[in-house]
């Protein structure tokens, strides 16, 4: 295989899953709707932070003992979704209770804050692991040698391509959520909904078997 048949093979498969949806694009969507532009964007870069602790583990083969250790797995499979489920309720427990929402007005949540939960909502997803264990080796070059850096390498591209998706969906759910928090009615409905996203994504991790 040729080097651009290589790129454009590996460039096409990170865009296909980076763009389907899943829970860190979820996520960062639900922050983004919630807590407006800025929280968005810190929380894709502490989710592409949790995604790069997992390429780092991929590299090392640390990422191997959560593939077969279904203790280590569950255990961080749980905690991930009991997670998820805390911020869905805290979302919920918020939808309301600002007399006049507005698009300035739209719930207070620090960059930091949201960096640390994005970056924990990735780390605590035992799949994410699992997927860069399983998916970055289809793409080693024995010849090159130095596989480890390969792996990293190859995971740092699928990071920042995920941050080029997430910032593009961002930019757009902020515009149109700008809009809709104008109508307090719309407003207190997004909340709850928003809310219910990060409840469901908790229930859906909790459910994942190890494959």
């Given at each position: 295989?040729?080097?651009?048949?290589?790129?454009i093979?590996?460039?096409?498969?990170?865009?296909?899953?980076?763009?389907?949806p899943?829970?860190?694009?979820?996520?960062?969507?639900?922050?983004?709707?919630?807590?407006?532009?800025?929280?968005?964007?810190?929380?894709?870069?502490?989710?592409?932070?949790g995604?790069?602790?997992?390429?780092?583990?991929a590299?090392?083969?640390?990422?191997?003992?959560?593939?077969?250790?279904?203790?280590a797995?569950?255990?961080?499979?749980y905690?991930?979704?009991?997670?998820?489920?805390?911020?869905?309720i805290?979302?919920?427990?918020?939808?309301?209770?600002?007399p006049?929402?507005?698009?300035?007005?739209?719930?207070?949540?620090?960059?930091?804050?949201?960096?640390?939960?994005g970056?924990?909502?990735?780390?605590?997803?035992?799949?994410?692991?699992?997927?860069?264990m399983?998916?970055?080796?289809?793409?080693?070059?024995?010849e090159?040698?130095?596989?480890?850096?390969?792996?990293?390498?190859?995971?740092?591209?699928?990071?920042?391509?995920g941050?080029?998706?997430?910032?593009?969906?961002?930019?757009?759910?902020?515009?149109?959520?700008?809009?809709?928090?104008?109508?307090?009615?719309?407003?207190?409905?997004?909340?709850?909904?928003?809310?219910?996203?990060?409840?469901?994504?908790?229930?859906r991790?909790?459910?994942?078997?190890?494959?």
């Amino acid at each position: 295989m040729d080097d651009l048949t290589y790129w454009i093979l590996f460039l096409s498969a990170s865009l296909a899953i980076n763009i389907s949806p899943g829970p860190d694009l979820f996520y960062v969507l639900s922050r983004t709707i919630a807590c407006g532009k800025n929280a968005g964007m810190a929380s894709s870069l502490g989710v592409g932070t949790g995604a790069l602790v997992h390429v780092t583990a991929a590299a090392l083969g640390l990422s191997a003992i959560l593939a077969t250790s279904v203790i280590a797995f569950s255990v961080v499979k749980y905690v991930g979704a009991a997670y998820l489920i805390y911020l869905g309720i805290k979302n919920l427990r918020s939808a309301g209770g600002i007399p006049e929402l507005s698009a300035a007005k739209i719930v207070e949540v620090s960059s930091w804050t949201a960096f640390k939960q994005g970056m924990l909502v990735d780390i605590l997803n035992p799949k994410a692991a699992i997927f860069f264990m399983a998916f970055l080796p289809q793409f080693i070059r024995p010849e090159i040698g130095v596989v480890p850096l390969q792996l990293f390498g190859l995971g740092i591209v699928v990071i920042l391509m995920g941050f080029a998706v997430e910032f593009s969906v961002i930019f757009l759910a902020a515009k149109i959520t700008g809009c809709l928090r104008r109508n307090q009615s719309l407003s207190s409905w997004l909340d709850r909904a928003l809310g219910s996203i990060l409840i469901a994504l908790g229930i859906r991790l909790a459910f994942v078997e190890k494959t």
